[in-house]
Each structure stands twice: as C-alpha cells, then as structure tokens.
C-alpha cells in the first residue's frame, strides 16, 4: 500500500517542493525515513506514532518506509511531521481522501497538536509556482501563508480536523483573518526631535539615508553616538510591499519572526554585540544553515558599536559590503542569501575614549592610541563613505527646551531625493546612489569646471585613491538629490569632502 502527499523543504530562502511517499508492506515491524533527514526528521517517527494513536487511530505493526524525494536534497526540521502522518493513514486505508492538490506543513505534538514550523513563507511561495492551490499550514502560522496571494490557506489545529476533513466527515474553513497587506505606520523607538545638538552628524546621517550610504562615527562617551544610530531607521523611507515579503522570508526562515507580526513592515535595525561569533554574524550552523545578522539587517541598518571591539571579525563585512549578499559554502553545499544592509559604526577614539575631548585628557599613550586605532583594517574602513565625528553637547544645547528637527519632516526629504534615485537607476541593478558602478558615477556624475576644480585640488592635498574619488562623487550626487539639483556643484563637492576627511587625517 502506497500513498503520496506534497510538503515543501527550504534551501537558503527559497522554497523547494518535497514528495512524501509512504509505503506499508509485510514484514517485521519497522519505521525507516529516508531522504537525507536531519535529527529532527528522523525523530519524527516518535511523534508521528505517538500522534496517529492520541488521535484515536492505530498505529500499524508493519514495515513502514518514508521517502522524503528528491532524496539528494538534505531535509531538516520538524515540518515534515505532518505530511508524513497523513501519508501514514491514507496507506493504511484509515482515511479516505484526495491530497494530490495540497501541500502539508506542520510539527506534531504527542496529542496530535499541529504546531508551528519556522519558514512558512517561502513554502507556501513554491506551492504557488508549482502550480498548487491549497496548503494545510499550523493555525498560528495561517496570517504569514497569506501574504502568497493564490493560494488557498486552511489553519490546522489538530491532526483529527484535518484527517475528518480529507474524509469529508467536516470541512476546515479557510483562513480569512484580517488582511495583512493594510498601510501601517510603523512606530519608531527614537525620533530625531529628541537629540540636542549635533546638528552637523543629523545632516551627515540624512546624507547617508537618502543616499544608503555607510557611516563611520567617532566621539567620546556619552555624546549620543548610540542615540542618533538608533533613530536613522525613522527617517529612511518606508517598507515597499516586495521589500517587506523579502525581510519577513529571511525572518521566517531565521526564526525570528513575532507571532502577532506576520508581515514585517518596519526596516530592521540590527545591533550585534562585538562578541558575536562570526557564524552569528554573516550565518551558519549545522545542517541547517540560517541566515546570520548581515542578512538579518537586509534592507535595514547593521549597527555595530564599539566598532574595534568586535576585531578581526570584521573583516567577514568585506564581501557582503560590495556584492550585497552573502554566500555560506558547508560540505553540503553553497547558500545564498541577501545581505543589502546601510552599515552604521560607532567607535571611541581611544581605550579610555577621551582622546581629543576638550574638557576630559586622555589617560592613553601615544602607542596606546595608535594600536587601538588599528584595530579596524585599512580594507573595511574604505568601505565607510562618510566619516563623522561626534563632539560632546554643551550644557546650553542639554537644557534647552526647544525640539530638534522632528524625523518625519527629515524622512520626507529623504524619500524625495529616493525617488529621484529610483527614476534614475530604473531598469538597472542599483537602487541608491551608493550602489552605483564606475560606468554609472561617470554617467550621472558630471561636474562643471568650477567642482572639477574644487575636487582636483582636494584629490592632490587629501592624496585621494581612485575609490575614494568615486565615494566622494556618490556622496555629491546624493547631497545634489537632497537639494533637488540636476547637476552636482562645488557646494556639493566641499560637504562631501567634508564627509571624507576624518579618513585622511
């Protein structure tokens, strides 16, 4: 006796569509999954055995063989439970049904529970490439299924609802909760009215913002370096609804997604601690390899504080940086996933953090300071486009009872010089200026006589490489945007200068 029923494996963020054949045969009594199944897929004979009977069904004492196919392609993770009781009862004749137009997910508890399966969203994303048009999904996971228009999502509580279901005995409604796809306005922990002072690091923030540009900045404790890294993500543009699918598939895949948030609507902000091991930041594991916090931050902010802390680590940001995605090599294989990230630094300038403060001394050696400014390679810190310091706020600027300038009216800006960015790069790879190739910055990236001067006598004093030529014609571009200016001019030039000097100091 042989049944097939549909389940879905995840490869990176892609959903793969898997075959669940079972097979009953005579012979001493045996239970075999094979198929290249990790422990928790060879486990789920237990809890299948123990489901199927809690459920008020027999168990059969036979020779039961589970190919999970294609069985080259290793499986992992309780998922497969499910589908592979289903499997079970239709090939020993316990239920009656057509599951050939349906895929299954779900964990099983012992009572025959269905119980949430982390990435939910890409499978239910291949059920629809592949043409299927109805997917049994564990209750609480039902909300994140439906963002795949298409397809028709059926919440599964129980293993016997589901079973009386396929026998026709009682039908399963369909899922039809509140639509996740409305407009909200995400609710920001820091808002820019909130920071005194330090008016030139707002400006060189909404710079890099508009333009998603790296940022690098240096100052002593307490002067709110921390603060204003956290309330940048309020002033970048909102989610689009293709971007948002692809954050809550990488959070879904991770892990990580809230259950009362089945669609991501805010950029992420990730901030790791510097003793984060390197697997948790660019990803990794064992057989199921997850995604790590570069791509976590994907479409967001990777915020890293105490930047010369975290080591000889960084130098794993390298590649991520340049190509936008990260790629995990294991004995099993290769593993793409996203990794397009606005990062954001911050660093003390020296041990004691006091080097350069007006008010505090340095307690450092000339050597101390120079080693502890070495610990960030020459490589990583060319992949910062602005470099900001960030000075101690005076006691006038503290007391004042006078709001800053509020996120909303610095988002705006932002979202307008985007919008220009986004007519300009349409139908190319880049989305922001920052993302732009050498054949793009000579194309949009044209000066007049007057900023050809400007930036040749900066190239010649500042001993500029050719890099940092380009990162400061992206930054004019960007500051060009802002100002809603066609062309880039020798104001735009200096404050981009500006932003690079710290470098070159």
């Known amino acids: 006796m042989l049944a097939k029923v549909y389940s879905s494996a995840v490869i990176g963020l892609e959903g793969v569509l898997v075959e669940v054949e079972v ?47 294609p069985a080259d392609l290793r499986k992992a993770g309780p998922a497969y439970d499910l589908p592979i009781a289903i499997g079970l009862l239709l090939a020993s004749e316990q239920i009656q049904g057509d599951a050939s137009d349906a895929v299954f997910i779900g964990e099983l508890g012992l009572d025959g529970a269905v119980r949430h399966t982390d990435g939910v969203l890409p499978m239910v994303a291949v059920a629809h490439e592949r043409g299927i048009r109805q997917v049994f999904v564990p209750k609480e996971d039902a909300a994140e299924a439906s963002l795949i228009n298409g397809v028709r999502i059926v919440p599964v509580e129980r293993l016997e609802d589901l079973t009386a279901h396929l026998s026709g005995a009682r039908q399963l409604p369909e899922y039809t909760g509140a639509p996740v796809h409305t407009e909200l306005v995400p609710e920001y922990p820091v808002d820019f009215s909130v920071v005194r002072g330090q008016e030139h690091v707002k400006r060189a923030l909404e710079v890099a913002a508009a333009g998603g540009h790296n940022v690098l900045m240096t100052g002593s404790p307490g002067a709110g370096k921390t603060l204003m890294a956290r309330a940048l993500i309020s002033i970048l543009p909102p989610l689009t609804m293709s971007e948002a699918i692809e954050v809550t598939k990488i959070y879904s895949v991770a892990g990580q997604l809230p259950k009362d948030t089945p669609l991501i609507r805010q950029r992420p902000f990730c901030a790791p601690h510097h003793t984060t091991s390197l697997a948790g930041l660019v990803g990794g594991g064992g057989v199921r390899v997850k995604p790590g916090m570069v791509s976590l931050a994907h479409r967001g902010v990777l915020f890293l504080d105490e930047l010369p802390e975290f080591g000889s680590k960084l130098d794993v940001l390298r590649q991520p940086l340049e190509d936008r995605v990260v790629t995990l090599s294991r004995a099993v294989g290769s593993i793409t996933y996203p990794a397009s990230f606005m990062l954001v630094a911050a660093q003390n300038p020296c041990v004691c953090g006091w080097y350069g403060d007006p008010e505090r001394p340095c307690t450092c050696t000339a050597s101390a300071v120079a080693r502890y400014q070495r610990r960030v390679s020459g490589p990583l810190l060319d992949r910062f486009d602005i470099f900001v310091t960030v000075p101690r706020v005076p006691f006038e600027k503290l007391n004042s009872l006078q709001p800053g300038e509020g996120s909303t009216t610095i988002r705006e800006r932002v979202i307008a010089a985007r919008q220009i960015q986004e007519r300009r790069f349409r139908g190319t790879r880049a989305l922001t200026n ?9 194309r949009y990236c044209v000066l007049d006589n007057k900023s050809q001067l400007v930036l040749q006598s900066a190239m010649r004093q500042l001993d500029l490489s050719a890099r940092g030529y380009h990162r400061v014609l992206k930054l004019a571009r960007t500051i060009a945007d802002l100002a809603g200016a066609e062309r880039i001019t020798a104001q735009h030039i200096a404050e981009a200068l500006q932003y690079r000097f710290h470098q070159m100091e």
Do not use: C, W
């Open 434 to 442: 920052s993302d732009m190739g050498p054949a793009e910055v000579h």
């Open 23 to 69: 097979d009953i045969a005579q012979g001493l009594p045996a239970f075999t999954i094979v198929g290249l199944g990790d422990t928790a897929v060879q486990e789920s004979r237990e809890r299948v055995r123990a489901a199927v009977r809690n459920s008020g069904y027999s168990f059969p004492m036979k020779r039961i063989t589970v190919n999970l196919a």
